[in-house]
């Protein structure tokens, strides 16, 4: 360790910084980069022209259609799955929803117009929780298709893996092969991972609403990024819960009515553990939001 | 030979049906089963209880949304791409369609909420040909993401293949990450086979329109199953000129206005012979049909 | 149908041939074409080039690894399992084999240098039945994870669905991330589709063995092609049971031992109705093999 | 920011652990967790049990069989793809290695039993670069084809992307569509990501050698953990130097010949820019190796 630690001063040195910071925190703690990074990009991998990054620098525009279930789960159950620092929401024990949200993200204006890395499909858990007295969703597990939002999702600190997501899609013309946006009509959902089915859905609508029932509380996650070196792999060098800023969120569209919810139980996975006892609303609705910033708790 | 017909002789009469038909016809022309086959079914894989095909006996409902463009390629190219039986359009050489969809299914009316099952993409070129004077459009190429819509397109003579095809989707709520459904609104639409980019088109709409610039002309395809037994790799058993018909065809939010189209050559693909040497019309809109019958011509 | 079959013979004699055989067949009857195709290949697509079908003429060469397990299911859904013209076979009912192999294809001598293409991998159930007296295997159910696969099965008459199917690898280096080929050497392997899973085994191996216990008889397939036109989706055009022709069948480095065996159920599917109330070996080893022709029983 | 910092404050206390090191650190300087934390887990998501994230704590075991060729690829280019800290190599300007590897990975004793989890492949560059005068290899870009390795490449610096890679395999019994592992054997790769190809190389084996031409430099890689608070997207927690630790690397039956290159541009890419110039030899091999450490430089 001693030895890693010079040589990070020696590379520092030769890099025309300074290592204070860096010697001061000690190995398990990451330090800022001592002298300017010639790469560019802002996730892995960083470039020479900084354009092969995952996910550049926000802001990060997302808009989609979202299918989910409000549930409640054993409080038990839901409060184990809360990270130190958030306690069960003691209003309404083991509440929260299971969202499929069909995406498009743009972060410039010509993104949308390449769907492979602009499009993805995601399934989400959102718990209720409390941190320091305030109501917030907690996330505890979610899935997506595409890499791109992977990284981004890290970033913000959701715990994103890779997934197959569907949802049952409502179209412009009359067909027996689609469901109307309108009181009776039904959508599927459905989440496999691993080549195995997590988790699904069957939402009936009945009437309009306001907004979503899911995504009216503040989101908490937890940013986390282990250390490899042998001595720090149980103190990672990132491990700090945020709150999610969502700016100029719009909805449109809503409907709520009935649902059912399923969780599978699969090796690696505790989604399963989480399974509904009994389910609430179902819902449907666009979305749309920007995030640009995020909020470090 | 002899032993093979001897053979289907014998066990047509085992089975309790007679083989008059299948003897006439020849080893190498394929015959209705001469006994009820007791699997059932409609295509592969016929079963005990017949739910295992990939598709069931028709209706067939579709609806979805596409986007493409409106194209010309060399004549020649256009005309070496027709069948036996089909000429080229004289009024207008090298003119076709590449159309990208978006297709949602069902033949029974929870099939949409199954998406994995009833949701696919499609990439599929449509040329201007001529049956017998009529103006006829000829699909040499279609690729989709979906083993069952593959089976059910071979059935109806269009050659599909497995592909992944995206498109720019529009959303119900403003954002910077979706187009706008109206002038100046843009998508984008993409298709890559064996790992390698095939087709993309970039579309900007102008002005709304009655119906789709393609799809105007009855689809006339190639249904074509070939035989393995030695004697007949030359002889496929079916191999005829089909005609789609199309019930309760409808167009719904149909917009018009330019586009960009390019395809990229690729081993074990010919969709670059037909590659556009001029550009017309960019096209996105919704449509439904359903899918009963098939004339064969 | 009288104007179908006009409109056949019109373009027959417009393209220079005679229509005397189709005539005969009748429309529900498939007819070679009655003048020779200007499009060329094999399966579909047939294109001016003849590069672009999924699936060129024979000779086709195989060559791959099988993991799999003997089992038993109830002897009546075995015997549910099989065509008009297959008879339970009475010496072991409810007997067959589950085996998921990883496969390398090539019909030209480059064509494995792409493995895009030439890699597939399957997952396949070989049941006893019994033709005409002789011992023979079915293949009821089987998924691979390529469509130039799935063309070449079709045409076999291996009734091929969309699958993906993984096993357990060896290496040629000691590793605690991987098993020996050898006394205790364990192996798994997976098959889902549709984003389920539907099989899985492990074995055990404990001695080596002359062949694979699967591949033993001959493999009866179901030719099937159904027809659209709406008269004709009762009298399928190509409706045949097949036996395979494998020549130069070579098989090396078998191990055979114990193994267990899941089938799990899902909609659209049937695997489960053959769940195993009992397995017998596992078993594991190369094969290679050539096709060529195919009997029509 | 004050704000933030007093409620990571009063999070810790109420956690009953203390904020001495978050509060010395600033808010643009991630932490260790200030209380232990109840989930469990190394990699997101961590969870109640433990079980439910990417990849656990190492020892992470490894093995798997490498294609790959030799190349350089303009000097400046190459140079411009090296981190800061990192300096050309003045041996052999431009020189590095482009592999292909099939990899099966295990953690505990029954990992590979699991292929849909333990197997992946994986396509990744290695540039000469020198590391304060040591000879050290440098990977500016990598994909694989799961998620789970994803995670494990990002804690040990690796800036894995999700993409296909496929190679030739070698089977243990002749055939025409495997090729020999011996003087004249050919095998080829490719590498694809959204949709587009962009690496490919055809390697023709001559002789055997003691060990695989890449690999023989430690690997140096950078960990980088971006930030998305608003004032820390400039300042990311974790922007380190690594090197690999690889325990117990092993090689088997390795051959070296000749070999070709190719890299294709795509958008979102900078592959290309290290284009080969001139290619070296080609080789062919297995090994397997442990991560359980990393040094950070």
Tied chains: 1, 2, 3, 4.
Excluded at 230 to 250: I, R, Y
């Amino acid at each position: 360790m001693d030895k890693n630690l010079q040589r990070r001063t020696v590379l520092a040195a030769m890099a025309g910084g300074t290592v204070a910071a860096a010697t001061g925190a000690g190995p398990a703690m990451a330090a800022p980069a001592a002298a300017p990074e010639r790469l560019k990009g802002y996730t892995l991998p960083l470039s020479a022209r900084g354009v092969a990054n995952l996910a550049g620098k926000p802001p990060w525009n997302y808009v989609g259609d979202a299918v989910g279930a409000e549930f409640w789960t054993r409080p038990d159950a839901a409060a184990a799955s809360l990270p130190t620092g958030l306690d069960p929401d003691p209003a309404n024990p083991g509440h929260g929803y299971a969202v499929f949200i069909d995406w498009q993200f743009a972060a410039t204006s010509d993104d949308y117009l390449d769907p492979t890395f602009s499009q993805y499909s995601e399934f989400l858990l959102l718990m209720d929780a409390s941190y320091q007295g305030t109501a917030v969703a907690w996330c505890p597990f979610i899935w997506v298709d595409n890499d791109a939002s992977l990284a981004r999702g890290w970033v913000q600190g959701f715990p994103k893996k890779i997934g197959q997501i569907r949802q049952t899609r409502a179209f412009a013309v009359d067909s027996l092969a689609g469901p109307i946006v309108g009181k009776s009509g039904r959508f599927g959902a459905t989440m496999s991972a691993g080549g195995r089915r997590l988790a699904e859905t069957t939402v009936t609508l009945d009437h309009t609403a306001d907004r979503l029932p899911a995504l009216t509380r503040p989101i908490v996650n937890l940013r986390h990024f282990p250390q490899l070196a042998l001595s720090g792999q149980d103190t990672p060098p990132v491990h700090e819960l945020t709150m999610s800023v969502l700016d100029n969120l719009k909805m449109a569209n809503t409907w709520v009515g009935s649902g059912d919810l399923h969780f599978f139980p699969a090796p690696r996975e505790e989604l399963a553990d989480l399974g509904p006892t009994r389910v609430g609303v179902g819902f449907r609705g666009s979305l749309s939001y920007t995030v640009n910033d995020l909020k470090i708790l």
